[in-house]
């Protein structure tokens, strides 16, 4: 096979020659074995973002100027909508 192009296995980093993805069993990865580590670590968690999810999404952002910390909107009481 005269391999036109190369990836390296995101488990071990091993250098891997290929022409079409599905020449190679287990691509992106080397082998199942591979695979089958990089499954078990997301299964275990291993992989997962640090942080409050709500904080990352939102950019972090502060609520804008005349609302509130709790969500409340700012209209003055009384107001016709």
Do not use: H, W
């Amino acid at each position: 096979m005269a391999a036109g192009r190369t990836i390296n296995c995101p488990g071990c980093g091993q250098e891997i020659a290929y022409e079409r993805a599905a020449d190679v069993p287990a691509f992106p990865f080397c082998s199942v074995r591979c695979r089958l580590v990089d499954l078990d670590k997301r299964l275990e968690g291993d992989y997962r973002i640090s942080g409050d999810i709500a904080d990352i999404a939102q950019g972090e952002q502060k609520p804008p100027s005349g609302g509130s910390e709790d969500g409340v909107g700012s209209r003055a009481s009384g107001e016709n909508s």
